[in-house]
């Protein structure tokens, strides 16, 4: 059974523009949630879909958003970088309801 | 805000020792509790889920919930220095309805020291 599976794993990019990251979860998994990691923060939660909607947010301005496609794929989307936006994107997945969360393997963005 | 607090680090604990990682949490209905162990540049993997009050062990690992004081542990019998890592705490905690948000902690970097 595969795993969950982001991509890129690496990005760089320049202040101002923007990026989309995608996930794809666990076969049958319905939820993905979306977290911010840097050294000082440990893991911040950014949102989580189930379903195509939107379940859960984090506090994280408007310029993160993100969606969930019919096949429970997500994007995360971030509009106008920052350097601060500098950090590893972790997507999870799960069944529903409060069962265990399984990580893809990130992807780490670097702004410039 | 609903929290999940763990002791800070780091843990230094000598080769063959018993590793203790404590966690608090602030939702008493908070249904469902996880630990993860983070390597450094690598994603959280999930090692131990607990679901109700009292003790589950799997090979070296043993976690530990109360319900009641809102506490769950995680002990590691005969530590390795490949247990060297950060473990998160995560907990389930109720967001409205049915729907719960995983929560985690910021974590406590053991080492093992050979």
């Known amino acids: 059974k595969a795993g969950v599976t982001q991509t890129p794993r690496y990005l760089i990019k320049t202040r101002g523009q923007q990026v989309t990251l995608s996930c794809s979860p666990i076969s049958g998994h319905r939820s993905v949630s979306w977290y911010q990691q840097t050294p000082g923060q440990g893991l911040q939660f950014l949102f989580e879909y189930f379903s195509e909607t939107q379940r859960n947010k984090g506090n994280f301005p408007g310029r993160f958003s993100g969606r969930q496609f019919s096949n429970s794929r997500s994007e995360m989307n971030v509009s106008t970088l920052e350097l601060g936006d500098s950090a590893l994107y972790l997507c999870a997945s799960r069944l529903t309801g409060p069962t265990e969360a399984f990580f893809g393997q990130g992807t780490r963005l670097t702004v410039v | 805000q609903k929290e999940v607090e763990q002791n800070s680090g780091p843990l230094s604990v000598p080769e063959g020792a018993i590793a203790s990682l404590n966690c608090t949490y602030s939702?008493?209905?908070?249904?469902?509790f996880f630990w993860y162990r983070q390597y450094s540049g690598k994603s959280p993997e999930l090692i131990m889920s607990?679901?109700?009050?009292g003790d589950k062990e799997d090979g070296r690992f043993t976690a530990q919930l109360n319900k009641a004081s809102q506490y769950v542990s995680l002990l590691i019998r005969d530590s390795q220095p490949s247990d060297s890592a950060t473990y998160l705490c995560?907990?389930?905690?109720?967001?409205?309805?049915?729907?719960?948000?995983?929560?985690f902690g910021k974590g406590t970097l053991l080492t093992v020291n050979p």
């Open positions: 939702d008493r209905g908070s249904q469902s």
């Open positions: 607990i679901y109700s009050n």
């Open positions: 995560a907990v389930n905690m109720r967001s409205g309805g049915s729907n719960y948000k995983l929560t």
